[in-house]
């Protein structure tokens, strides 16, 4: 009578360096939303790799302004577009990323850009506030709410502090009806201090 001889287990743990060099051929929103919530080790490579400076760095934010007169938008305004791009992470809060070095969109209309943005800073944004987030040049537009999201102080640079999180929950749409109109509202309303949080 033969014996057949059992092979030894197979291991069902994949090396980290294996995982990241299969999570290189997906999408930031493939990684995200599918591979992510798979288990313990792919959440925290996957977290790990979407904040590599190559990904977050293609991330804008930004806010649509009106360049009017006054605190109304009129249908005769100029409409007008803030962006801030990443920057880094917070120093004593590793979940929100700072998103400064801004551009406006006409450019020759900045100083009326920014003037608006500081009154806007100054009498808070809220929790209804659209946000303009993208991901890269040619990556989709999308409109989403932040909560969260800090209005960054002056010697911080300026800009806003956005957890990154909750941007990839609503950019990816992970969230059920994270297309920005419709997404639920938490919070205690306006945040503009940014020194409080960092």
Known sequence: MATTQLSPPISAHIPDELWLHILTYLAPKDIWSSARPINQQLTRICSDLLLTDEIMR??????????GAGTRHRWYDIRGTLTFSFQSFSKHNGQYALFGACLAHPSACYDRAMEKWKRMSADGLGERQEWRVQHGYEGDLKYVRLPKLIVAAEQDGGGVWCDWR????AYFGVLEGATGNDMQEEGDGTRTDASAAM
Request: charge should be negative.
């Open 166 to 169: 909750e941007m990839f929950d």
């Open 58 to 67: 293609k991330f804008t934010v930004g806010v649509s302004i009106s360049l």
